[in-house]
């Protein structure tokens, strides 16, 4: 039920960005699959989690879609991005390279490294690219994967400083813009 | 089977192939202000009268005669004809950076410029010339924000530039040496520079008492002999504690504000003032003003966070100080306010800049029992003097002149807009 859910959603989305009209919906079906991950990441900063989803079709070897989750590291966000796959080696059990791109969104408005740190979380990018093993489990696979991971976090941080032009405190705040860069340990399942 | 495990390998090989591309790294963009210098001897001499400029940052305020002259903050001084107080002109400006006050006596001005004073022949106002430069009398000046001087140029004005830095993070930076100040490091200099009005005005470091020139620094008083008047000669200082802000003369006694309290000194040996007597209040802003009985002490709430004492600077408030016995200062009674600076007293009638509360007029004949008489709104002045009917108001959105002859039916004479930056 629920994969029929999911897949009335992304059929919404699939055909208008297409324009095309498919008439058979089993045939499409089939073609849908859900990526459902948890990411071990590990950065120069720190060792986090991570949750996404990736909902898509395939072609071929090939599969495009779109995924969203939580990103626990450094500051908690929320990514929002296209995937493509490519199956490298096809069989019952196969490798997919995979890369993705799209937008990371702040969670909290509140510095957790640095709570002294107050001002506003703007919107920045992220992307993924790596490999994953699917292990063939009847029409659904478990998935170990790898990965390179990099989102930014980019924070407005209030900064209130003596104005010698014009005589007065003024908040000018200062930019800081993290590039985080994770390796990442990707363990999930795929229907 | 052995395909998997190599397509297994395949996938922990990535792993450590990409290990050593993990460095998260932070890129930091922040706004720096830069000093741009000029000689002493080319600032020096430009200190003369030239053509009017556009008020922007006002600070302290002198009026003399038909003559107002208005500190523009760190740049210098313009000088208004009032003749008119219905259309008063803007006639020209002097150039003196780092000028914050001003004091004048008969046709000589003096002025702070940095560490230095400078003494200007003002008996033509549309050609004013500098007649002396005393160097060194306010060493506590001798830098601005980070920036210490030399003794061969100026701070005229400031650049404003934005500059990047990347590193990995974790790493320690060290910033370039540029502005990089909080707002409570600078909450002194804040005081020095805030608005202000000049002749007995209630927020001037300078005044004048006879043939006295008296200045109050951070944490010290000046008296200088102006007898020369233009050679003024620093006779004597004194140390009087930290966060001195204001001076305010009346009668043989200097009224001193600082941020913990107020000091009297008794000038009647003018070249050495002496410790008479002090009131000490909550911290914070705090111009004075005085007559015959009592001393008005205005407390404003620090807007920047700033403390004192270890305590927020949260009150915003008018003291009245019994002063008949100086000595023994008491306080007689407290009254509410919402933003007080500066305030000035013709006979019974009590002027107060209340900031976003606008100005008021009180009836203080009876100074356990004010009466305000009215608040003029839509302005949020910050100092103001009172003469013979004409009130000279310094506020945000411009320099107001106000006739109070008729005290219940006080008119807006004329505006001088200020075209802030």
């Keep these: ?191 | 089977m052995k395909k998997y495990y190599l397509q297994l390998s395949v996938t922990i090989i990535t792993i450590f192939i990409l290990q050593g591309c993990v460095k998260d790294h932070l890129t930091t963009t922040y706004t720096f202000f830069s000093p741009v210098y000029k000689s002493k001897a080319e600032v020096l001499q430009n200190i003369k009268s030239a053509a009017p400029q556009p008020l922007q940052n006002t600070g302290k305020l002198f009026v003399l005669g038909n003559y107002i002259f208005v500190n523009e903050l760190n740049k210098g001084v313009h000088v208004i004809d009032n003749s008119n107080p219905a259309s008063p002109k803007n006639i020209s400006f002097i150039s003196i950076p780092g000028n914050i006050d001003i004091a004048v006596k008969n046709n000589t001005l003096y002025a702070d410029l940095f560490t230095d004073m400078v003494t200007l022949d003002i008996s033509n106002t549309t050609n004013i010339s500098l007649k002396k430069m005393t160097a060194n009398v306010f060493p506590e000046r001798d830098y601005q924000y980070g920036f210490a001087y030399d003794s061969t140029r100026y701070i005229v004005d400031w650049t404003r530039g934005e500059t990047t830095s990347k590193r990995e993070l974790g790493e320690n930076t060290q910033r370039e040496p540029v502005l990089w100040l909080t707002a409570s490091q600078l909450s002194s200099d804040m005081a020095a520079s805030s608005a202000k009005i000049g002749v007995s005005g209630s927020m001037a470091r300078f005044t004048i008492v006879n043939n006295y020139l008296y200045t109050v620094g951070r944490s010290n008083l000046t008296a200088f002999n102006i007898s020369s008047s233009i050679n003024p000669v620093s006779e004597n200082v004194k140390s009087l504690g930290w966060n001195i802000e204001t001076i305010y003369p009346f009668k043989d006694k200097l009224f001193i504000g600082s941020q913990t309290g107020m000091f009297i000194y008794s000038i009647s040996n003018p070249k050495d003032p002496s410790f008479v007597g002090s009131f000490s209040h909550a911290c914070f802003k705090d111009p004075v003003i005085a007559d015959d009985q009592y001393a008005y002490v205005t407390l404003r709430a620090a807007t920047d966070g700033a403390s004192c004492l270890g305590v927020a600077a949260q009150r915003n408030e008018l003291d009245i100080v019994n002063i008949s016995d100086l000595m023994q200062p008491s306080l007689v009674k407290i009254y509410d306010m919402t933003e007080p600076q500066g305030l000035s007293k013709d006979g019974d009638h009590l002027f107060i800049c209340d900031g976003k509360g606008g100005l008021k007029v009180y009836d203080a004949s009876n100074v356990q029992d004010l009466k305000l008489i009215k608040t003029i709104g839509n302005i949020k002045p910050f100092d103001i003097i009172c003469q013979a009917g004409n009130a000279i108001v310094v506020a945000e959105e411009g320099i107001y002149q106000f006739d109070y002859s008729n005290i219940n039916s006080i008119k807006m004479v004329s505006k001088i807009s200020i075209d802030k930056k």
Excluded: C
């Design chain 1, 1 to 191: 039920m629920t994969r029929i859910l999911i897949f009335i959603f992304f059929r919404a989305l699939y055909f208008p960005v297409n324009g095309q009209v498919v008439k058979n919906s089993s045939q499409l079906l089939q073609r849908f699959h859900s990526f459902n991950t948890v990411h071990i990441l590990n950065g120069s900063s720190t060792t986090s989690l991570a949750i996404n989803t990736v909902n898509g079709f395939q072609f071929s070897r090939f599969f495009a879609g779109i995924g969203t989750g939580f990103d626990y590291y450094y500051q908690t966000t929320i990514p929002l991005f296209a995937e493509g796959r490519f199956d490298l080696v096809e069989g019952k059990n196969k490798l997919q390279l995979f890369a993705n791109g799209g937008f990371s969104f702040p969670f909290s408005s509140k510095n957790r490294q640095s709570e002294g740190k107050t001002g506003p979380y703007k919107t920045g990018g992220m992307y993924d690219a790596g490999l994953d093993y699917h292990l063939a489990v009847k029409n659904e696979a478990f998935i170990l994967g790898a990965a390179f991971s990099n989102k930014q976090v980019r924070q407005m941080i209030d900064n209130n400083i003596w104005n010698p032009v014009l005589n007065q405190v003024e908040n000018i705040p200062i930019k800081e813009e993290y590039s985080l860069n994770r390796i990442v340990i990707r363990i999930g399942w795929m229907f």
